[in-house]
């Protein structure tokens, strides 16, 4: 192609293009600036709130303490009457039981067991006015033999139609008789254990071969119990209904008969105490070793829920001192790190007139005087103080009477509650 025909050929081209207005163009332009620019104004805006809001919020934090952390508004909630605890022993808080000689003047926990548990003169027949819920078990003597008194939730006193024999030490009750459903109750014989349905009035005595039994615990289940004496133990299969002979099995012993416990057990010394679980297929396994300092252990060891309750002497206490005994201390403990520990000392009374050289106080609380009864709910135990039922209550710390005890020997059972 020739150069001059270049010309006329971009001419051809240039004609067939729609020709540009210059207003709409220009219109065009200023539309995309104006939008840029309210972009970059809310931007602005937006950046200059959030710098305000983070400028509150240091100033807030940096007047709040040198910390940095905003304290709580509120102080933090206690149930009623809650009483702050004495110290810590071993970790673990403890409270100080009021002393002894005071029980009569605590505040008192309302219950079937009344003011004052005695044995009563003329109870009716269990036959004619069955129980479906046993409050309470006492012995009446007669004889050299022990007849059974069953308490109700409405405060009525039944007898059973039984004869028991005394045991090695002395009445056969044990503190954990009464079962979970509070219709069964179990008392320790020479050579067995006896069985009574307090709903239907029916007995069954159930052999085990050893001579010496002293103490017995149910499992949750109702239907099965463990009966125990100095050196043995048995798990014993419980139906009243068969006529044929219940399951027997040898289970791990101990010394102390009263170790014996399910679900859980607190045992062992100090340095080696030991929380275990009892299960119908697996025995006692151990599911916690609390640092408690324990000379012996006193009495069943008793649990609700995941938490177990015992009592133990202790050796030297520096935070609580004594002149003429050593604490006693109510351990309730659980397995699970989210439930922590509480501890109850129970101390002396010091001397009310001090005189010169003397260093025996007025009240002194012997090992063997005080031991766990039970549960009254989730969160209450139930002690016996010498001739005293208590109850202290884990969430406020505060000691409760229950009743005051004429009777040798009592059994709580799930009842109380009315």
Same mark, same amino acid.
């Given at each position: 192609m020739?150069?001059?025909?270049?010309?006329i050929?971009?001419?051809?081209? %240039?004609d067939?293009?729609?020709?540009? +207005?210059?207003?709409?163009v220009?219109?065009?332009?200023?539309?995309v600036?104006?939008?840029?620019?309210?972009?970059?104004?809310?931007?602005?805006i937006v950046?200059?709130l959030?710098?305000?809001?983070?400028?509150a919020?240091?100033?807030?934090?940096?007047?709040?303490?040198?910390?940095?952390?905003?304290?709580?508004?509120?102080?933090? =909630?206690?149930?009623?009457?809650?009483?702050?605890?004495?110290g810590?022993?071993a970790? *673990?808080?403890f409270?100080?039981a009021?002393?002894?000689?005071?029980?009569r003047?605590?505040d008192?926990m +309302?219950?079937?067991?009344?003011?004052?548990?005695?044995?009563?003169?003329d109870?009716?027949?269990?036959?004619?006015n069955?129980?479906?819920?046993?409050? #309470?078990?006492?012995?009446?003597?007669?004889?050299?033999?022990? =007849?059974?008194?069953?308490l109700?939730?409405n405060?009525?006193? &039944?007898?059973?139609?039984?004869?028991?024999r005394?045991?090695a030490?002395?009445?056969?009750? $044990?503190s954990g008789?009464?079962?979970?459903?509070?219709?069964?109750? #179990?008392?320790?014989?020479?050579?067995?254990?006896?069985? *009574?349905?307090a709903?239907? +009035?029916?007995?069954?005595?159930?052999p085990?071969?050893?001579?010496?039994?002293r103490?017995?615990?149910?499992l949750?289940?109702?239907?099965?119990?463990?009966?125990?004496?100095?050196?043995s133990?048995?798990?014993?299969?419980v139906?009243?209904?068969?006529?044929?002979?219940?399951?027997? &099995?040898?289970? #791990?012993?101990?010394?102390?008969?009263?170790?014996?416990?399910?679900?859980?057990?607190?045992?062992?010394p100090?340095?080696?105490?030991?929380m275990?679980?009892? =299960?119908r %297929?697996?025995?006692?396994?151990?599911?916690?070793s609390p640092?408690?300092?324990?000379?012996s252990?006193?009495?069943?060891?008793?649990?609700?829920g995941?938490m177990a309750?015992?009592?133990?002497?202790a050796t030297?206490?520096?935070?609580?001192?004594?002149?003429a $005994?050593?604490?006693?201390?109510?351990?309730?403990i659980?397995?699970?790190? =989210?439930?922590?520990g509480?501890?109850?000392?129970?101390?002396?009374?010091?001397?009310?007139?001090?005189?010169?050289?003397?260093?025996?106080p007025?009240?002194?609380?012997?090992?063997?005087?005080c031991?766990v009864?039970g549960?009254?709910?989730?969160?209450?135990?139930?002690?016996?103080?010498?001739?005293?039922?208590?109850?202290?209550?884990?969430?406020?710390g505060?000691?409760?009477?229950?009743?005051?005890l004429?009777?040798?020997?009592?059994?709580?059972?799930?009842?109380?509650?009315?």
């Open positions: 020739r150069r001059e025909g270049v010309p050929l971009l001419d051809q081209a %240039s067939r293009l729609p020709e540009p +207005d210059l207003a709409d220009a219109w065009a332009g200023g539309v600036i104006r939008r840029r620019q309210r972009r970059s104004t809310v931007a602005g950046v200059v959030v710098i305000a809001v983070v400028v919020v240091l100033i807030a934090l940096g007047g709040s303490g040198r910390s940095g952390i905003a304290p709580p508004t509120t102080a933090p =909630t206690h149930p009623p009457g809650y009483l702050p605890p004495t810590q022993i970790g *673990i808080d409270w100080t009021p002393p002894a000689g005071s029980e003047f605590l008192r +309302d219950t079937p067991l009344g003011d004052l548990l005695r044995t009563p003169e109870p009716d027949e269990l036959r004619d069955p129980v479906d819920q046993v409050a #309470a078990v006492v012995l009446a003597e007669l004889n050299g033999s022990y =007849t059974p008194l069953l109700a939730p405060t009525d006193w &039944v007898r059973a139609n039984l004869r028991l005394p045991i030490t002395g009445q056969p009750l $044990s008789s009464i079962a979970p459903n509070g219709r069964l109750v #179990a008392f320790p014989q020479p050579g067995g254990v006896v069985v *009574i349905d709903s239907t +009035d029916s007995t069954k005595e159930i085990v071969p050893a001579a010496d039994l103490s017995v615990s149910w949750p289940n109702s239907r099965n119990l463990l009966v125990s004496g100095p050196g133990a048995y798990r014993v299969e139906d009243l209904q068969s006529r044929e002979n219940p399951e027997v &099995v040898a289970v #791990a012993a101990s010394n102390n008969a009263e170790a014996a416990t399910a679900p859980y057990r607190l045992d062992g100090q340095g080696r105490v030991v275990m679980q009892y =299960t %297929s697996d025995g006692w396994y151990p599911v916690g640092r408690l300092p324990v000379d252990w006193v009495g069943q060891t008793f649990a609700v995941n309750a015992r009592l133990f002497v030297q206490l520096p935070q609580v001192p004594t002149a $005994s050593r604490p006693q201390v109510v351990a309730a659980s397995p699970q790190q =989210t439930s922590p509480r501890l109850l000392v129970l101390g002396e009374t010091p001397a009310a007139t001090p005189t010169p050289g003397r260093t025996t007025d009240e002194v609380r012997e090992p063997g005087c031991f009864l549960w009254y709910d989730d969160r209450t135990v139930l002690l016996q103080v010498k001739d005293w039922v208590l109850g202290w209550d884990l969430g406020t505060r000691v409760r009477r229950v009743t005051e004429e009777v040798g020997a009592v059994a709580l059972g799930p009842g109380l509650r009315g």
